[in-house]
Protein backbone atom coordinates (compact mmCIF):
# COMPACT_ATOMS: atom_id res chain seq x y z
CA UNK A 1 0.00 0.00 0.00
CA UNK A 2 2.07 3.58 -1.06
CA UNK A 3 2.07 5.87 1.56
CA UNK A 4 3.67 9.06 -0.25
CA UNK A 5 3.21 11.24 2.79
CA UNK A 6 4.82 9.03 4.79
CA UNK A 7 7.62 8.47 2.47
CA UNK A 8 7.97 12.26 2.41
CA UNK A 9 8.25 12.44 5.99
CA UNK A 10 10.71 10.44 6.94
CA UNK A 11 13.10 11.48 4.37
CA UNK A 12 12.35 15.05 5.95
CA UNK A 13 13.01 13.60 9.50
CA UNK A 14 16.23 11.85 8.04
CA UNK A 15 18.00 15.42 7.08
CA UNK A 16 17.89 16.16 11.08
CA UNK A 17 16.70 13.40 13.48
CA UNK A 18 19.09 10.09 13.00
CA UNK A 19 17.31 7.85 11.49
CA UNK A 20 14.52 10.10 11.39
CA UNK A 21 13.26 8.92 14.78
CA UNK A 22 13.52 9.73 18.19
CA UNK A 23 13.58 6.65 19.47
CA UNK A 24 14.85 3.51 17.34
CA UNK A 25 12.12 0.72 17.73
CA UNK A 26 10.06 3.50 15.71
CA UNK A 27 12.03 3.02 12.51
CA UNK A 28 10.91 -0.08 11.98
CA UNK A 29 14.29 -1.85 11.38
CA UNK A 30 12.79 -5.09 12.47
CA UNK A 31 11.07 -5.59 9.24
CA UNK A 32 11.90 -2.87 7.03
CA UNK A 33 10.47 -0.60 5.06
CA UNK A 34 9.08 3.05 5.67
CA UNK A 35 7.27 3.72 9.16
CA UNK A 36 4.20 5.45 9.31
CA UNK A 37 4.10 8.95 10.28
CA UNK A 38 1.04 9.63 12.80
CA UNK A 39 -0.87 12.69 12.04
CA UNK A 40 -3.89 11.69 15.06
CA UNK A 41 -5.06 8.98 17.47
CA UNK A 42 -8.29 8.57 19.09
CA UNK A 43 -9.67 5.62 20.96
CA UNK A 44 -7.87 2.12 19.54
CA UNK A 45 -6.88 3.56 16.23
CA UNK A 46 -4.34 5.33 14.74
CA UNK A 47 -4.50 7.82 11.44
CA UNK A 48 -1.06 7.72 9.30
CA UNK A 49 -0.31 11.17 6.81
CA UNK A 50 -1.98 9.53 4.32
CA UNK A 51 -4.98 9.28 5.87
CA UNK A 52 -5.57 5.18 6.48
CA UNK A 53 -6.75 4.27 9.81
CA UNK A 54 -5.62 1.27 11.92
CA UNK A 55 -6.01 -0.71 14.65
CA UNK A 56 -3.56 0.25 17.20
CA UNK A 57 -2.03 -2.86 19.40
CA UNK A 58 0.84 -0.90 20.39
CA UNK A 59 -0.70 1.79 22.46
CA UNK A 60 2.11 3.77 22.32
CA UNK A 61 4.30 0.42 23.61
CA UNK A 62 1.81 0.32 26.41
CA UNK A 63 0.55 3.59 28.05
CA UNK A 64 -2.45 4.09 26.21
CA UNK A 65 -4.29 1.43 27.81
CA UNK A 66 -7.57 2.95 27.90
CA UNK A 67 -6.62 3.77 24.22
CA UNK A 68 -6.06 6.88 23.04
CA UNK A 69 -7.40 10.43 23.86
CA UNK A 70 -9.76 8.89 26.48
CA UNK A 71 -12.31 11.57 27.77
CA UNK A 72 -11.05 11.84 31.06
CA UNK A 73 -7.82 11.97 30.46
CA UNK A 74 -8.01 14.95 28.29
CA UNK A 75 -10.19 16.71 30.19
CA UNK A 76 -8.17 16.50 33.37
CA UNK A 77 -4.77 17.72 31.28
CA UNK A 78 -6.72 20.73 29.62
CA UNK A 79 -7.59 21.53 33.22
CA UNK A 80 -3.93 21.30 34.91
CA UNK A 81 -2.49 23.30 31.22
CA UNK A 82 -4.78 26.36 32.39
CA UNK A 83 -2.84 25.90 35.74
CA UNK A 84 0.40 26.53 34.40
CA UNK A 85 3.44 23.34 32.84
CA UNK A 86 6.10 23.34 35.07
CA UNK A 87 6.69 25.15 38.59
CA UNK A 88 9.85 23.96 40.24
CA UNK A 89 7.93 23.63 43.25
CA UNK A 90 5.71 20.68 44.85
CA UNK A 91 2.48 20.66 44.38
CA UNK A 92 -0.57 18.14 45.74
CA UNK A 93 -0.77 16.08 42.73
CA UNK A 94 2.37 14.64 43.14
CA UNK A 95 1.21 13.23 46.34
CA UNK A 96 -2.23 12.34 45.33
CA UNK A 97 -0.59 10.30 42.24
CA UNK A 98 1.90 9.37 44.78
CA UNK A 99 -0.98 7.82 47.37
CA UNK A 100 -2.64 6.23 44.60
CA UNK A 101 0.16 4.56 43.14
CA UNK A 102 0.96 3.06 46.79
CA UNK A 103 -2.59 2.00 47.59
CA UNK A 104 -2.72 -0.06 44.54
CA UNK A 105 0.57 -1.32 44.85
CA UNK A 106 1.24 -2.35 48.67
CA UNK A 107 4.74 -2.85 48.23
CA UNK A 108 5.47 0.84 47.59
CA UNK A 109 5.13 2.62 50.87
CA UNK A 110 7.16 5.70 49.29
CA UNK A 111 6.94 6.62 45.57
CA UNK A 112 9.69 9.45 43.45
CA UNK A 113 8.50 10.73 40.51
CA UNK A 114 10.45 10.71 37.35
CA UNK A 115 10.13 11.64 33.75
CA UNK A 116 10.73 8.40 31.92
CA UNK A 117 11.25 4.47 32.50
CA UNK A 118 15.21 4.94 31.56
CA UNK A 119 15.50 7.46 34.55
CA UNK A 120 13.29 4.98 37.14
CA UNK A 121 15.46 2.08 36.45
CA UNK A 122 18.48 4.11 36.10
CA UNK A 123 17.80 6.15 39.77
CA UNK A 124 16.98 2.38 41.18
CA UNK A 125 20.31 1.12 40.66
CA UNK A 126 21.63 3.73 41.86
CA UNK A 127 19.12 3.52 45.24
CA UNK A 128 19.81 -0.71 45.13
CA UNK A 129 23.86 0.56 45.50
CA UNK A 130 23.42 3.70 47.98
CA UNK A 131 21.25 1.20 50.05
CA UNK A 132 23.28 -1.81 50.35
CA UNK A 133 26.68 -0.65 50.11
CA UNK A 134 27.05 -3.26 47.46
CA UNK A 135 27.72 -3.18 43.37
CA UNK A 136 26.99 -5.54 41.34
CA UNK A 137 23.15 -5.55 39.97
CA UNK A 138 22.08 -8.76 37.90
CA UNK A 139 19.66 -8.48 35.20
CA UNK A 140 18.71 -11.01 32.63
CA UNK A 141 19.68 -11.41 28.56
CA UNK A 142 16.37 -10.18 26.77
CA UNK A 143 15.00 -7.61 29.58
CA UNK A 144 15.27 -4.23 28.88
CA UNK A 145 15.03 -1.04 31.77
CA UNK A 146 15.46 1.72 29.57
CA UNK A 147 19.20 2.92 28.26
CA UNK A 148 20.82 3.40 31.48
CA UNK A 149 24.53 2.63 30.82
CA UNK A 150 24.78 0.03 33.62
CA UNK A 151 21.93 -1.78 31.71
CA UNK A 152 23.04 -2.31 28.35
CA UNK A 153 24.74 -5.11 28.89
CA UNK A 154 25.42 -8.60 26.92
CA UNK A 155 26.19 -11.82 28.73
CA UNK A 156 29.18 -12.58 28.83
CA UNK A 157 30.50 -15.62 27.36
CA UNK A 158 29.40 -17.83 30.44
CA UNK A 159 27.24 -16.88 32.91
CA UNK A 160 29.49 -16.20 35.44
CA UNK A 161 31.44 -14.20 33.50
CA UNK A 162 30.38 -10.28 33.96
CA UNK A 163 28.93 -8.22 31.09
CA UNK A 164 29.90 -6.52 28.24
CA UNK A 165 28.44 -2.75 26.87
CA UNK A 166 26.15 -3.50 24.23
CA UNK A 167 26.72 -0.08 22.81
CA UNK A 168 29.63 2.13 21.93
CA UNK A 169 29.76 4.94 24.32
CA UNK A 170 29.66 2.59 27.55
CA UNK A 171 32.60 2.39 28.85
CA UNK A 172 33.44 -1.04 30.02
CA UNK A 173 33.98 0.99 33.33
CA UNK A 174 29.92 1.06 33.60
CA UNK A 175 29.30 -2.34 33.44
CA UNK A 176 31.46 -4.34 35.21
CA UNK A 177 29.52 -4.50 38.14
CA UNK A 178 26.18 -6.22 36.01
CA UNK A 179 26.08 -9.74 35.71
CA UNK A 180 23.78 -10.63 32.84
CA UNK A 181 22.04 -14.18 32.82
CA UNK A 182 19.20 -15.95 31.33
CA UNK A 183 15.69 -15.74 31.85
CA UNK A 184 14.02 -18.30 34.31
CA UNK A 185 17.53 -20.01 34.63
CA UNK A 186 17.21 -20.77 38.26
CA UNK A 187 20.74 -23.00 37.88
CA UNK A 188 22.82 -20.04 37.11
CA UNK A 189 20.97 -17.81 39.65
CA UNK A 190 22.02 -20.24 42.10
CA UNK A 191 25.98 -20.54 41.37
CA UNK A 192 25.99 -16.97 40.96
CA UNK A 193 24.49 -16.18 44.76
CA UNK A 194 26.59 -18.97 46.00
CA UNK A 195 30.13 -17.35 44.77
CA UNK A 196 29.29 -13.75 45.14
CA UNK A 197 25.77 -13.63 47.39
CA UNK A 198 27.30 -11.13 49.49
CA UNK A 199 27.97 -8.62 46.40
CA UNK A 200 24.77 -8.48 45.08
CA UNK A 201 23.06 -4.95 45.30
CA UNK A 202 19.75 -5.82 43.65
CA UNK A 203 18.19 -8.08 40.97
CA UNK A 204 16.18 -6.28 38.47
CA UNK A 205 13.74 -7.91 35.94
CA UNK A 206 10.66 -7.82 34.05
CA UNK A 207 8.45 -9.89 36.15
CA UNK A 208 6.50 -11.06 32.63
CA UNK A 209 9.03 -9.87 30.05
CA UNK A 210 7.83 -7.92 27.30
CA UNK A 211 10.73 -6.72 25.43
CA UNK A 212 11.97 -10.24 24.20
CA UNK A 213 8.23 -10.89 23.01
CA UNK A 214 5.95 -11.73 25.97
CA UNK A 215 7.87 -14.10 28.52
CA UNK A 216 6.81 -14.95 31.74
CA UNK A 217 8.43 -16.43 34.57
CA UNK A 218 8.98 -20.02 35.93
CA UNK A 219 7.27 -20.50 39.34
CA UNK A 220 10.57 -22.00 40.45
CA UNK A 221 12.66 -19.18 38.74
CA UNK A 222 10.33 -16.64 40.72
CA UNK A 223 10.75 -18.79 43.98
CA UNK A 224 14.62 -18.97 43.95
CA UNK A 225 14.77 -15.05 43.26
CA UNK A 226 12.72 -14.31 46.29
CA UNK A 227 14.43 -17.31 48.08
CA UNK A 228 18.18 -15.95 47.36
CA UNK A 229 17.37 -11.98 47.50
CA UNK A 230 16.13 -13.10 50.93
CA UNK A 231 18.71 -14.99 52.31
CA UNK A 232 21.55 -12.91 50.75
CA UNK A 233 20.12 -9.05 51.72
CA UNK A 234 19.96 -8.32 47.92
CA UNK A 235 16.96 -5.81 46.73
CA UNK A 236 14.52 -7.71 44.25
CA UNK A 237 13.61 -5.14 42.11
CA UNK A 238 10.60 -4.85 39.80
CA UNK A 239 11.20 -3.72 36.59
CA UNK A 240 6.93 -3.15 36.28
CA UNK A 241 7.54 0.00 33.50
CA UNK A 242 5.27 -2.38 31.39
CA UNK A 243 3.16 -4.21 33.76
CA UNK A 244 2.43 -1.53 36.28
CA UNK A 245 -1.40 -1.37 35.77
CA UNK A 246 -2.01 -2.96 32.46
CA UNK A 247 -1.97 -7.18 34.48
CA UNK A 248 -3.78 -5.90 37.29
CA UNK A 249 -4.63 -2.92 39.53
CA UNK A 250 -1.66 -4.10 41.42
CA UNK A 251 0.53 -5.04 38.29
CA UNK A 252 2.49 -8.24 37.96
CA UNK A 253 3.48 -7.98 41.61
CA UNK A 254 -0.60 -8.29 41.82
CA UNK A 255 -0.80 -11.65 39.52
CA UNK A 256 2.16 -13.38 41.31
CA UNK A 257 1.60 -12.45 44.72
CA UNK A 258 5.28 -11.16 45.59
CA UNK A 259 6.06 -7.95 46.92
CA UNK A 260 9.40 -6.46 45.67
CA UNK A 261 11.62 -4.45 47.58
CA UNK A 262 11.69 -1.71 44.72
CA UNK A 263 9.53 -1.74 41.88
CA UNK A 264 10.03 0.84 38.92
CA UNK A 265 7.43 1.80 37.13
CA UNK A 266 6.54 4.56 33.66
CA UNK A 267 4.18 3.81 30.68
CA UNK A 268 0.65 3.93 32.33
CA UNK A 269 1.41 6.15 35.29
CA UNK A 270 1.65 8.92 33.00
CA UNK A 271 -1.51 8.23 31.09
CA UNK A 272 0.86 9.26 28.17
CA UNK A 273 2.57 11.87 28.92
CA UNK A 274 6.07 11.51 30.34
CA UNK A 275 6.21 10.03 33.69
CA UNK A 276 8.35 7.32 35.33
CA UNK A 277 8.80 6.69 39.04
CA UNK A 278 10.41 4.03 41.45
CA UNK A 279 9.20 3.13 45.15
CA UNK A 280 9.30 0.77 47.50
CA UNK A 281 9.45 -0.28 51.42
CA UNK A 282 9.98 3.50 53.29
CA UNK A 283 13.31 2.41 54.73
CA UNK A 284 14.61 1.50 51.35
CA UNK A 285 13.27 5.25 49.72
CA UNK A 286 14.59 7.14 52.77
CA UNK A 287 17.87 6.57 51.06
CA UNK A 288 16.70 9.13 48.35
CA UNK A 289 17.93 12.83 49.00
CA UNK A 290 16.86 15.10 50.35
CA UNK A 291 15.50 11.81 53.38
CA UNK A 292 18.30 10.29 52.46
CA UNK A 293 22.05 10.87 50.91
CA UNK A 294 21.39 8.98 47.65
CA UNK A 295 21.53 11.64 45.22
CA UNK A 296 18.58 12.03 42.41
CA UNK A 297 16.85 15.02 41.05
CA UNK A 298 15.00 16.45 38.33
CA UNK A 299 13.59 19.66 36.63
CA UNK A 300 10.34 18.48 35.41
CA UNK A 301 9.92 15.51 38.17
CA UNK A 302 6.29 15.31 39.19
CA UNK A 303 5.41 17.78 36.28
CA UNK A 304 1.55 19.21 37.54
CA UNK A 305 0.46 17.82 33.75
CA UNK A 306 1.59 14.99 33.77
CA UNK A 307 0.56 14.05 36.99
CA UNK A 308 -2.88 15.07 35.81
CA UNK A 309 -2.93 12.84 33.48
CA UNK A 310 -1.47 9.63 35.18
CA UNK A 311 -4.34 10.49 38.02
CA UNK A 312 -7.22 10.64 35.39
CA UNK A 313 -5.84 7.40 34.37
CA UNK A 314 -5.27 5.38 37.34
CA UNK A 315 -8.73 6.70 39.25
CA UNK A 316 -10.54 4.97 35.53
CA UNK A 317 -8.57 1.97 35.84
CA UNK A 318 -9.41 1.64 39.72
CA UNK A 319 -12.91 2.83 39.35
CA UNK A 320 -13.90 0.84 36.22
CA UNK A 321 -11.27 -2.08 35.93
CA UNK A 322 -11.10 -3.51 32.36
CA UNK A 323 -8.93 -6.34 33.48
CA UNK A 324 -11.08 -8.89 32.78
CA UNK A 325 -12.11 -7.52 29.65
CA UNK A 326 -8.94 -6.73 27.91
CA UNK A 327 -8.36 -10.54 29.31
CA UNK A 328 -11.09 -12.14 27.60
CA UNK A 329 -10.37 -10.01 24.39
CA UNK A 330 -6.59 -10.92 24.31
CA UNK A 331 -7.78 -14.34 24.64
CA UNK A 332 -10.12 -14.20 21.64
CA UNK A 333 -7.60 -12.90 19.64
CA UNK A 334 -4.78 -15.34 20.96
CA UNK A 335 -7.04 -18.23 19.94
CA UNK A 336 -8.28 -17.08 16.81
CA UNK A 337 -4.58 -16.90 15.79
CA UNK A 338 -3.18 -20.07 17.35
CA UNK A 339 -6.65 -21.52 15.12
CA UNK A 340 -5.17 -19.83 12.23
CA UNK A 341 -1.59 -20.78 12.52
CA UNK A 342 -2.48 -24.46 13.13
CA UNK A 343 -4.49 -25.06 9.95
CA UNK A 344 -1.80 -23.67 7.80
CA UNK A 345 1.02 -25.56 9.58
CA UNK A 346 2.61 -22.76 10.47
CA UNK A 347 5.48 -23.43 13.38
CA UNK A 348 4.34 -21.01 16.21
CA UNK A 349 4.07 -20.09 19.47
CA UNK A 350 1.64 -17.87 21.38
CA UNK A 351 2.40 -16.46 24.46
CA UNK A 352 0.10 -14.01 26.39
CA UNK A 353 -0.48 -12.92 29.67
CA UNK A 354 -3.85 -10.22 30.31
CA UNK A 355 -3.59 -8.20 27.32
CA UNK A 356 0.37 -8.52 26.60
CA UNK A 357 0.91 -11.16 23.78
CA UNK A 358 3.45 -12.49 21.38
CA UNK A 359 2.88 -14.62 18.15
CA UNK A 360 6.36 -15.77 17.80
CA UNK A 361 6.66 -18.07 14.45
CA UNK A 362 8.80 -20.79 15.52
CA UNK A 363 7.72 -23.98 17.25
CA UNK A 364 9.82 -23.87 20.03
CA UNK A 365 8.20 -22.88 23.00
CA UNK A 366 9.46 -19.68 24.28
CA UNK A 367 11.07 -19.36 28.01
CA UNK A 368 14.31 -16.88 27.33
CA UNK A 369 16.24 -14.60 24.98
CA UNK A 370 17.91 -18.22 22.94
CA UNK A 371 14.54 -19.28 22.29
CA UNK A 372 12.81 -16.42 21.38
CA UNK A 373 15.46 -15.61 18.72
CA UNK A 374 14.28 -19.37 17.27
CA UNK A 375 11.77 -17.46 15.45
CA UNK A 376 11.48 -16.69 11.76
CA UNK A 377 12.04 -12.84 11.71
CA UNK A 378 11.33 -12.84 7.82
CA UNK A 379 7.91 -14.85 8.29
CA UNK A 380 6.97 -12.31 11.07
CA UNK A 381 7.70 -9.07 8.70
CA UNK A 382 5.92 -10.53 6.21
CA UNK A 383 3.24 -10.97 8.25
CA UNK A 384 3.62 -7.38 9.65
CA UNK A 385 3.55 -5.85 6.42
CA UNK A 386 0.36 -7.93 5.67
CA UNK A 387 -1.53 -6.96 8.84
CA UNK A 388 -0.70 -3.23 8.25
CA UNK A 389 -2.44 -3.26 4.72
CA UNK A 390 -5.32 -4.41 6.08
CA UNK A 391 -5.02 -1.60 8.77
CA UNK A 392 -4.15 -3.35 11.73
CA UNK A 393 -0.79 -2.06 13.38
CA UNK A 394 1.13 -4.46 15.49
CA UNK A 395 4.74 -4.00 16.86
CA UNK A 396 7.39 -3.73 14.08
CA UNK A 397 9.39 -6.43 15.86
CA UNK A 398 8.85 -10.32 16.48
CA UNK A 399 10.72 -9.46 19.70
CA UNK A 400 7.95 -7.03 21.50
CA UNK A 401 4.87 -7.62 23.06
CA UNK A 402 1.29 -6.53 21.62
CA UNK A 403 -1.11 -4.17 23.64
CA UNK A 404 -4.39 -4.73 23.35
CA UNK A 405 -6.35 -1.84 24.76
CA UNK A 406 -9.90 -1.09 26.85
CA UNK A 407 -10.72 0.80 23.78
CA UNK A 408 -10.86 -2.64 21.46
CA UNK A 409 -14.40 -4.43 20.80
CA UNK A 410 -14.93 -7.93 19.94
CA UNK A 411 -15.76 -6.82 16.81
CA UNK A 412 -12.71 -4.77 16.17
CA UNK A 413 -11.31 -8.04 17.65
CA UNK A 414 -12.93 -9.99 14.69
CA UNK A 415 -11.80 -7.71 12.14
CA UNK A 416 -8.57 -8.47 13.53
CA UNK A 417 -8.70 -12.04 13.01
CA UNK A 418 -9.75 -11.94 9.74
CA UNK A 419 -7.13 -9.90 8.68
CA UNK A 420 -4.84 -12.54 10.38
CA UNK A 421 -6.46 -15.20 8.60
CA UNK A 422 -6.06 -13.58 5.04
CA UNK A 423 -2.24 -12.64 6.15
CA UNK A 424 -1.54 -16.18 7.32
CA UNK A 425 -2.81 -17.64 4.18
CA UNK A 426 -0.54 -15.57 2.01
CA UNK A 427 2.71 -16.41 3.65
N1 LIG B 1 11.68 -0.77 31.41
C1 LIG B 1 10.86 -1.46 30.59
C2 LIG B 1 10.38 -2.80 31.03
C3 LIG B 1 10.48 -0.91 29.37
O1 LIG B 1 9.68 -1.63 28.57
C4 LIG B 1 10.97 0.36 29.00
C5 LIG B 1 10.59 1.00 27.68
N2 LIG B 1 9.99 0.24 26.74
C6 LIG B 1 11.81 1.03 29.88
C7 LIG B 1 12.13 0.44 31.08
C8 LIG B 1 12.34 2.38 29.54
O2 LIG B 1 11.32 3.32 29.60
P1 LIG B 1 11.43 4.70 28.80
O3 LIG B 1 11.36 4.35 27.35
O4 LIG B 1 10.25 5.49 29.28
O5 LIG B 1 12.71 5.32 29.18
Not at 150 to 163: D, E, I, Q, Y
Not at 228 to 252: C, K, N, Q, W, Y
Request: net charge neutral.
Amino acid sequence: MPRPKSQAAFERAQKVIPGGVNSPARAFGGVGGTPLFIARAEGPYLYDLDGHRYLDYIGSWGPMILGHCHPKVVAAVLEAVHNGSSYGAPCEKESELAELICSLMPSMEMVRMVSSGTEAAMSAVRLARGYTGRNLIVKFAGCYHGHVDALLVSAGSSALTLGVPSSPGVPAGCTQDTVVLRYNDCQALRDLFATRGNLIAGVMLEPFVGNMGLVSPSKEFLDELWKLTRRHGSLLIFDEVMTGFRLAPGGAQELLGIKPDVTVLGKIIGGGYPVGAYGGRAEVMKKIMPAGPVFQAGTLSGNPVAMAAGLATLKELRDNPPYAQLDQLSKRLCDGLTQFATARNIPHQINRIGSMWTLFFTGTPVVDLDTAKTSNTEKFSRFFWSMMDRGVYLPCSQFEAAFTSAAHTPEMIDTTLQAAREALNKL
